[in-house]
């Protein structure tokens, strides 16, 4: 199977940050920024979901959000793609094992906001996630302590690295995954779509 991916070769670091982008905001670049030099990456992708499998509503049209979230990417080591959506996968473990298969020897990072590491253990086959891939996870403001206390938190208890550690978390093999405490940015898409903003726009 052939995808229109981001250039990449064997060896580079590369993290995803997935999500639904609806809308795509200053946070997301805000954290994007952030995991690049805190976790020694090569380049992000943002993987822009065709939908979270554990939110009910549906977000808006999949092209919509590429091209807002395309216009938004102002860094030369970010780039976004619909992978998810031309690989037919949904769940996470499903778009890593795809990816994995389609570029073999990249090193991915899985990288996500304090509010998903709560909510990790109810994701399809997470463990399989930490085992197959290193985790980056950045601070959200109020979500700090749900994060840490999560089951999956500590579970893989053993597997975190310290915040010295962090930065080779992209030569780590997994199980390993870091939380790194930053300045926080209180934005988000939920908030921009309930004041309208996102509704404006085409
Ligand atoms: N302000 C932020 N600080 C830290 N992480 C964030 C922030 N905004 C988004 N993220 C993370 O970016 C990823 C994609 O987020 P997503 O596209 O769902 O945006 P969101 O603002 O969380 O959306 P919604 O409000 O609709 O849930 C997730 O891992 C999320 O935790
Ligand atoms: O695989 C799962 O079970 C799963 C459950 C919830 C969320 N995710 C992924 O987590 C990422 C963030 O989702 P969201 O909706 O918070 O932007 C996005 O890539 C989703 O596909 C994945």
Redesign the pocket.
């Known amino acids: 199977m052939t995808y229109a991916l981001p250039p990449s070769h064997p060896g580079q670091v590369i993290g995803l940050l ?3 982008f609806d809308p795509p905001h200053a946070g997301h670049l805000h954290i994007s920024r952030e995991a690049l030099k805190r976790f020694g990456l090569d380049r992000l992708w943002w ?1 822009v ?1 065709p939908g ?4 009910s509503h549906g977000p808006a049209p999949l092209e919509r959000r590429m091209r807002a979230a395309r216009a938004l990417v102002d860094h030369p080591r970010i780039d976004v793609t619909d992978f998810e959506a031309q690989a037919g996968t ?4 499903q778009t890593l094992r795809a990816l994995i298969r389609a570029r073999p020897g990249v090193r991915f990072v899985w990288l ?1 906001g304090a509010d ?1 590491l709560a909510q990790f253990h ?3 086959d997470w463990r399989e996630i930490m085992n197959t891939v290193p985790v980056g996870v950045l601070a959200r403001p109020g979500q700090r302590i749900s994060a840490r206390m999560s089951p999956a938190a500590r579970v893989f208890d053993h597997a975190r690295l310290g915040a010295r550690q962090c930065h080779r978390l992209g030569q780590m093999n997994a199980p390993a995954w870091c939380f790194v405490n930053m300045p926080m940015m209180a934005i988000s898409s939920t908030h921009l779509r309930q004041s309208g903003a996102w509704a404006d726009t085409t």
Do not use: E
């Open positions: 997935g999500g639904s993987l979901s979270n499998p554990l939110k949904r769940y996470t473990a996500m998903n109810l994701w399809q």
